[in-house]
């Protein structure tokens, strides 16, 4: 069993809820960023300590509401690695359309060398304009013009980096990139193809892509990315689960186990009470809300009509885990019983939360719910369909 950690880098927000300001009306400054850094430093030095497979963040752009604040996932994984002696490091996501796909794959490779092979490689399409747009591949919603060339160009960039980091030498034709370009000469000789340097210590990288549509569910079972499931309600959640198995069945011919080749996110928070659980969570969750609902509605209209979901609806709905240690490990633990997932990622800092509020949340997660999950891991293999 795979179990990871998952951080937006969010800063210090004592006035998170309801009572504070629009999300995107936070201001924030160099200070708040800083002790930001050092908070993330600390909880993958605690989650190397304790244990855990995996450390992720978010990367973001050119903001400053105090949500998001890594803009160079593989730079603070580099870090990181200094700080740690065994936990892998990774992104959800590091945002592809955000960067030149040659540049994307050389400091991924570096940083992957200087860690001695610990990096993972999370990556997606952008969500907001102010990232992707701004280094010329706009982001879209619902299958308008904008997200379906995003999508397009995010292809080429996905077959480019794999085709770098997995060849000692590569070249790509396509759309919308030629590498090498046409005609281009070295002291007199043509270059035909290119060495990528350093390559990843382990290849062919594996790929983990969040899946928020129909669309990239297709995609990433066809090109065989470890499909990572987040904040869906459960009666979305556990079709699109064992479609994505299908799916991989279907186009690769190899039968998963109920639970291979995904991956399961859920916020986390438990407290000695359930009562307790619900009020200090309340605030994280409504102000990632306030940050979250805009982009939740366009990219599903049929929400508008509604108002924002609750935390109950989101604790019905299994996409957050609230309440005690013993509920939440009983909840994970049904959850697993129906999904077979060998990999959970928990989401255990929520806006308001201090360092110390969220390294406990790690560590009670690690000793109280952690142990029972670990028990239950599957122990067939995974065969070949029709076999």
Not at 236 to 265: F, K, N
Request: charged letters at 25%.
């Amino acid at each position: 069993m795979h179990f990871g950690a998952f951080f937006y880098g969010t800063v210090d927000m004592p006035d998170a809820g309801v009572d504070g300001p629009p999300a995107h009306k936070r201001n924030y400054g160099q200070e708040d960023y800083r002790r930001a850094y050092g908070d993330l430093i600390a909880y993958a030095k605690a989650c190397d300590a304790l244990g855990y497979d995996s450390f992720w963040t978010a990367e973001h752009h050119f903001h400053n509401h105090g949500f998001e604040v890594v803009p160079n996932v593989v730079l603070l994984n580099a870090v990181l690695a200094q700080h740690t002696r065994r936990i892998h490091l990774g992104a959800l996501i590091h945002v592809l359309t955000a960067w030149h796909p040659i540049h994307f794959a050389e400091d991924y490779a570096l940083a992957d060398v200087l860690s001695g092979g610990r990096l993972l490689c999370g990556i997606g399409r952008g969500t907001e304009e102010r990232e992707s747009n701004v280094f010329g591949v706009n982001v879209g919603y619902s299958n308008n013009a904008d997200d379906l060339a995003n999508r397009d160009v995010f292809e080429e960039q996905v077959e480019i980096f794999k085709a770098a980091t997995s060849n000692e030498r590569f070249s790509y034709r396509g759309k919308h990139y030629t590498i090498p370009p046409e005609d281009l000469t070295f002291r007199g000789e043509p270059v035909r193809e290119f060495p990528l340097v350093p390559r990843p210590i382990n290849t062919p990288v594996r790929i983990y892509q969040p899946i928020g549509s129909e669309d990239t569910l297709l995609y990433a079972a066809r090109e065989r990315h470890v499909g990572v499931l987040a904040n869906h309600p459960w009666e979305r959640m556990v079709p699109w689960w064992r479609r994505y198995g299908a799916l991989v069945e279907e186009t690769h011919g190899v039968r998963l186990r109920p639970g291979e080749d995904r991956m399961l996110q859920v916020q986390f928070h438990v407290a000695d009470s359930a009562e307790e659980a619900i009020r200090t969570a309340r605030r994280g969750h409504d102000e990632l809300t306030k940050l979250l609902w805009p982009n939740i509605v366009r990219r599903t209209p049929a929400l508008a009509s509604r108002p924002p979901f609750t935390l109950e609806e989101r604790m019905a709905g299994k996409s957050w885990i609230v309440g005690t240690p013993e509920q939440a490990r009983d909840t994970l633990l049904a959850m697993q019983e129906e999904l077979g997932f060998e990999a959970l990622a928990i989401f255990p800092h929520l806006p308001g939360m201090r360092r110390a509020d969220t390294l406990e949340q790690l560590g009670r997660f690690w000793t109280d719910v952690r142990p029972a999950l670990a028990a239950r891991m599957p122990v067939s293999q995974p065969v070949t369909a029709g076999v």
